[in-house]
Each structure stands twice: as structure tokens, then as C-alpha cells.
């Protein structure tokens, strides 16, 4: 079976390649990689090369696949696995795999095996630990985001709280409590906003911060304040920019007291001290953002975590549960991974977006692997309709859908687009 795939090489050296995948062995599965959707985490992987601790030192003779966020169907089973798993079916990958603690993941670590490709290959540890999850959903890129979805449901979870006089941790948000999204309007902080208006465990004041009002416009436009109050939370955007004292107002917002929950996700050290500042009593922040500096640090107020006591810790990434609770919430429509997604693209694109990650303006970048299309924003679908009929198309699709990316969107991309082959 033939693959084509976007491989690491070296530091910022990515080749898109055709080449020839082995025979899977009895305790392997291959797969059609559908979607794929392009991970900041990937750019820091390409950035560093073989000094990223998911890089193998010797991808210059034994280069591996990019991407980790991925779905598709399966198309061969090996034996001992015939009693669990049907090609055709659909399927999502958590990609967190710790397998018997080593740091190798999909997307970073194996020759044979990631999201940026049009088959590869799933090895015995992802099906030793149970991470190849069937997928009944309609659409692949719901299953590809449910990657991305996980880590910000992890994060949740992650977050623990105290009772004094008791040595014990109690984990997840503060039901009813308070809390703040810093830089927040971003992809994985609007998947956030998504999943506390409608999760089990919801805050009852929702504070999103960001210094871009183009981001906080959308995401108004996403999640309105009238719809928060349906889900019983009171919602407030904030461009803290534009405050004389933007500690003040987050404080004035919680009444004083400060809040249970606090998450950032940028890695900037201003952001954070701000965070530590408006922590109340036995608050919780958590560090999601991963900086790609490895002295990066900040000022702490460590009085507080003495005496209030206020608690500071990071997540990154999600477990298989997390995975499977985005995939059922996303089918009952709960919430809408859709609303992470900005742009969307052909394999073709893969690299260019990559090595550009940091410097292209929106949310998540989804690569579909059969296509080739040019990176192109969802915004742009319409103008560029006035003379293409193919995003003519697309942009009717998504217009029905208040401009966000859908199933039918999909659809019509996966039977009108520019094939690979």
C-alpha cells in the first residue's frame, strides 16, 4: 500500500513523500486518514527537531509522520484484533500514549505511523492501550477534533481543590463557582467556553479575557450572553488591553472575591502573574498553555499559596475518557468542535502551514489528506465563490450553519474537491 505523507527529516524540514508502507503484522491495523487538523504542538515538534523529547534522534535516515489530531476508516485488520474491529468502520486516535512510559507518540515519533498522511499504519502499543476508538459520528473532522477537545475536558478534570483540615485532593472546577479563560478566544480556550456553558459541572460566572478584538467578536457571536444565561452563567468578554487596571475589573466581575478556576492558555508571563492575582481562596490555575522555552517562568505570589492556600499546576492532553466524553458530546450535540475550526486544506498545504503555524490568524487548520486545496480561511470562501464555483459551493454550506464548518461542508468538499489521485 502506498502512502503519501509529510515527514519530519531534520529542524524545519519537512518533505512531502510517496512511498511504500509494509505488510501490517498480526497486531496492526491500517488506516485511511481522512482529516487531519494541524496542532501548535506539531510546530514546536518541527522547530526543535530531534531535541524534542517525542523526536527520535535518528529521523534523518528514518524520518517520521507529522500529525496526531487525526481520523479516517479502517481499511485492514490484523488477526488478533478481527474480534474487535471491521474495515469500514470509522475511527479516532487518542494520541497520548505513554506506553510503558515512553514519551513516542503519533505525530512526532513513528515511521509509519500519523495523521498526516493517506494511510498509515496503527501499531500493538495504541491497540494495547485501548486508544483506537470507534467513531459513529457523521463527520471526520468532529473525530479529528475530538483530540484537541480532550486536552481542554482534560483540563477540567485536572483542576483540584482543597478542604480544610483534609488531606485530600478534590478534582474538577467548582460547580457554581467562578471562573476565568485567559487569553481565551483562541481555538482551544473557545472549545473551553463551549464545554463549561455545557458540560455537567458548570461554573456559574464565566470570565473570557483576550487582546484582540477581532477574536473576542467572534467568539461574542458564538457564545452570547443570552445563551449562557439558558445554561444558568453569567458570561462576560474582556479585551484587557482597553482596562486601565485589568486585574481590578476581573476582580470587580467575581465581586471581590476572586475566582475557583483560572485557566491560560497562552504561554505569556504577563498573563499568567495576572491569573496568580485574581485567584480566590483554594483557587485553582492551570497552566495549559506549553511554552516552547524551557526557562520560560513567572512571578507567583507564593504568601498565597501559603495561606489562602491558592493552587498552580499545567495539564497538557487528555485520556482515552475525555476522548470518548468530547465524541458523545459532540454526537448528542452538546457542543460544537466546529467552533475551534478557522481554515481549511489539502495535504498539499501541510507544510507551508507548519512552519507558518504561528503567524496564520484564527483557529484550528484542518488538512483534508484525499484534497488539494491551498490553506484557505472560512471567511474567505464567499469572495473567492464570486469567480470559483467550487468555493461557491462551500460557502453556501457553511452560511446555513451561522459560518461554521459542518458535515455538509464536508461532504461537498470530499465530492467536489481537486483529488490527490
Request: net charge negative.
Amino acid at each position: 500500500m502506498k502512502t503519501e505523507a509529510v515527514r519530519l527529516y531534520d529542524v524545519n524540514t519537512l518533505k512531502l513523500e510517496t512511498f511504500e508502507l509494509p505488510a501490517i503484522k498480526k497486531d496492526e491495523i491500517l488506516v485511511k486518514v481522512v482529516t487531519d487538523s494541524v496542532c501548535m504542538s506539531t510546530y514546536k515538534a518541527v522547530i526543535q527537531g530531534s531535541k524534542h523529547k517525542r523526536v527520535p534522534e535518528n529521523i534523518a535516515t528514518n524520518p517520521t509522520i507529522m500529525g496526531h489530531e487525526f481520523s479516517g476508516v479502517i481499511v485492514e485488520v490484523g488477526e488478533e484484533w478481527q474480534d474487535q474491529f471491521t474495515p469500514g468502520e470509522k475511527f479516532a486516535i487518542q494520541p497520548a500514549l505513554n506506553y510503558k512510559g515512553s514519551p513516542y507518540a503519533p505525530g512526532y515519533s513513528f515511521e509509519f505511523f500519523g495523521g498526516s498522511a493517506t494511510y498509515c499504519i496503527i501499531p500493538r502499543e495504541v491497540m494495547e492501550l485501548g486508544f483506537l476508538l470507534k467513531y459513529e459520528g457523521e463527520a471526520f473532522y468532529e473525530a479529528s477534533l475530538s483530540e484537541p477537545m480532550s486536552c481542554v475536558i482534560g483540563g477540567f478534570h485536572a483542576n483540584y481543590h482543597t478542604k480544610t483540615g483534609e488531606y485530600k485532593h478534590y478534582m474538577g472546577i467548582v460547580e457554581n463557582g467562578k471562573m476565568a479563560l485567559l487569553a481565551g478566544a483562541g481555538p482551544m480556550g473557545l472549545g473551553a467556553i463551549d464545554y463549561a456553558l455545557h458540560c455537567d459541572r458548570k461554573p456559574s460566572l464565566l470570565v473570557v479575557t483576550d487582546i484582540d478584538d477581532t477574536r473576542l467578536d467572534r467568539a461574542r457571536s458564538l457564545f452570547t450572553q443570552e445563551e449562557a444565561e439558558k445554561q444558568g452563567v453569567q458570561l462576560h468578554f474582556i479585551n484587557t488591553m482597553k482596562e486601565a487596571d485589568s486585574v481590578k475589573t476581573l476582580m470587580d466581575l467575581s465581586g471581590g472575591e476572586g475566582y475557583d478556576d483560572v485557566f491560560v492558555y497562552a504561554p505569556v508571563r504577563p498573563v499568567i502573574e495576572e491569573g496568580d492575582k485574581i485567584l480566590g481562596k483554594d483557587g485553582c490555575m492551570n497552566f495549559f498553555a506549553g511554552p516552547s522555552d524551557t526557562t520560560f517562568n513567572a512571578n507567583i505570589n507564593f504568601y498565597n499559596v501559603h495561606y489562602t492556600p491558592t493552587h498552580i499546576m499545567g495539564s497538557t492532553g487528555g485520556n482515552a475518557d475525555d476522548m470518548i466524553e468530547s465524541l458523545d458530546m459532540s454526537s448528542k450535540k452538546l457542543i460544537n468542535p466546529a467552533v475551534m475550526l478557522t481554515h481549511i486544506g489539502g495535504i498539499n498545504c501541510v507544510i507551508d502551514t507548519i512552519l507558518d503555524l504561528p503567524n496564520i490568524p484564527g483557529g484550528k487548520k484542518m488538512i483534508y489528506n484525499e484534497i488539494d486545496m491551498p490553506l484557505t480561511a472560512i471567511d474567505d470562501f464567499e469572495k473567492l465563490g464570486e469567480n470559483d464555483p467550487f468555493f461557491k459551493g462551500l460557502a453556501e454550506c457553511v452560511k446555513k450553519y451561522n459560518g461554521l464548518w459542518n458535515a455538509e461542508a464536508e461532504k461537498y468538499l470530499l465530492e467536489n474537491g481537486k483529488r490527490r489521485d
